[in-house]
């Protein structure tokens, strides 16, 4: 199993930032996937999910609005659509396996600089 | 929401030494919900426990979990070097989707 995240940058708030995830080594049409965000010395936050086959979709409170999360089987890529950056949202961004209820496999992550 | 508090906050320990990690939830938590993950230094987290007290693949049986109700317990029976790390427990709930205690960090005394 490999995840492998990329299209972190530094960007200016109010900007946007479009986040992909490659996976392989399994079925990835039969998995849902989560993005997970740490911020720089803090711990980790939940931040989307996108369910297999209908692509169900889940935001945590502070991004609900402003992130949306979408997928490609075709391509086995998930992707994360950034907007409205604050500078609360600078972060090592992981992707994540859905396990059922667990968080079974990650991406090494991708940061995230929001800043002027 | 529930909240998951972890305590404590720092652990130093010796290698050989027994670890024990807790967390706590503000309200009664379902064992199948209950997961721990490490993160050592400048890499993503890694699976440890899942349903409170089942290893993950390739977890080394000197791991074990164990809890109920609102208190996990993540026991660490002889630390290795290769241990000092991080430790998150998480529950999956409706909304957040998924919430994870603020760490505990166990470093090498």
């Known amino acids: 199993v490999q995840v492998v995240e990329s299209g972190g940058n530094l960007v200016e708030p109010g900007g946007s930032l479009r986040l992909s995830c490659v996976a392989s080594?399994?079925?990835?049409?039969?998995?849902?996937f989560n993005w997970v965000r740490q911020a720089p010395g803090k711990g980790l936050e939940w931040v989307s999910y996108?369910?297999?086959?209908?692509?169900?979709?889940y935001y945590a409170d502070s991004v609900k609005g402003r992130f949306t999360i979408s997928r490609d089987d075709a391509k086995n890529s998930v992707f994360l659509q950034m907007d409205s950056l604050t500078d609360d949202d600078t972060a090592v961004y992981y992707c994540?396996?859905?396990?059922?209820?667990?968080?079974?496999?990650w991406g090494q992550g991708t940061l995230v600089t929001v800043s002027s | 929401e529930i909240v998951l508090t972890q305590s404590p906050g720092t652990l130093s320990l010796s290698p050989g030494e027994r670890a024990t990690l807790s967390c706590r939830a503000s309200?009664?938590?379902?064992?199948?919900?209950l997961a721990w993950y490490q993160q050592k230094p400048g890499q993503a987290p890694r699976l440890l426990m899942l349903?409170?007290?089942n290893r993950a693949t390739g977890i080394p049986d000197r791991f074990s979990g164990s809890g109920s109700g609102r208190d996990f317990t993540l026991t660490i029976s002889r630390l290795e070097p290769e241990d000092f790390a991080v430790y998150y427990c998480?529950?999956?709930?409706?909304?957040?989707?998924?919430?994870f205690g603020q760490g505990t960090k166990l470093e090498m005394k």
């Open positions: 994540a396996r859905d396990g059922g209820v667990t968080l079974d496999s």
């Open positions: 080594g399994f079925t990835f049409s039969s998995y849902s």
């Open positions: 998480q529950v999956f709930g409706s909304s957040p989707l998924y919430t």
């Open positions: 996108i369910s297999s086959r209908v692509s169900i979709q």
């Open positions: 309200q009664s938590v379902s064992t199948s919900y």
């Open positions: 349903r409170a007290s």
